[in-house]
């Protein structure tokens, strides 16, 4: 069974870090590009950051790039976010995703979230 | 405002078919495939519809995907009470390097 479970999540001040982890489990984790995404309050879906199955290749949108950094262990299963400077638009409930084989061009699995609050 | 372009709401009465389009652009919808997610309130994603028209197993064939040029669309046939939720369309963009979705259609089940 796939299973992605997220941590990391929590309440954090503007312009500080957390780091989300998600541990991979049920399916070949190197055979899979992995995302981020995340959905503010109310609102939709807004994809934050893949990586290809290697770790090499990594992508962003413009809204994150610079701020945020997504990385992979595979020999530990787990896939992670490093958000700096955190914006109070950053609150959100954060997924992590496995895309549709090695390319993140398609997400086939969703966790279950974790929530991040960025407020004094 | 989302790259891709969804109706916020669409209703049916049970039995009903009923569609949702997504209008995207050659970047994305008109060169990439098309998945649709099914979202209840407070739980993740699923994934309902993948490549534009494939139905992961134990989805029930009663929702069908369809894409022609730059815009794609979910029909929901037989329409239940149970389908009542959030829909979200999304694809590959070429130009923006990333994964863009549509705003979400809430169907309501009258």
């Known amino acids: 069974e796939v299973q992605l479970l997220e941590s990391g999540g929590g309440l954090v001040q503007p312009g500080g870090s957390l780091r989300l982890s998600c541990a991979a489990s049920g399916f070949t984790f190197s055979n899979h590009a992995m995302s981020w995404v995340r959905q503010a309050p109310g609102r939709g879906l807004e994809w934050v950051s893949g990586?290809?199955?290697?770790?090499?290749?990594?992508y962003y949108p413009d809204a994150v790039r610079g701020r945020f950094t997504i990385s992979r262990d595979n020999s530990k299963n787990t896939l992670y976010l490093q958000m700096d400077s955190l914006r109070a638009e950053d609150t959100a409930v954060y997924y992590c995703?496995?895309?549709?084989?090695?390319?993140?061009?398609?997400?086939?699995?969703w966790g279950q979230g974790t929530l991040v609050t960025v407020s004094s | 405002q989302s790259v891709l372009t969804q109706p916020p709401s669409a209703s049916g009465t049970p039995g009903q078919r009923v569609t949702i389009s997504c209008s995207g652009s050659s970047s994305n919808i008109g060169s990439n495939t098309v998945n649709w997610y099914q979202q209840f309130p407070g739980t993740a994603p699923k994934l309902l519809i993948y490549?534009?028209?494939q139905r992961p197993s134990g989805v029930p064939d009663r929702f069908s995907g369809s894409k022609s040029g730059t815009s794609a669309s979910l029909a929901i046939s037989g329409l239940q009470s149970e389908d009542e939720t959030d829909y979200y369309c999304a694809t590959w963009d070429d130009s923006l390097n990333g994964l863009v979705f549509g705003g979400g259609t809430k169907l309501t089940v009258l």
């Open positions: 990586v290809g199955g290697g770790g090499v290749s990594t």
């Open positions: 995703a496995r895309c549709i084989g090695m390319s993140a061009t398609g997400i086939d699995f």
């Open positions: 490549t534009d028209n």
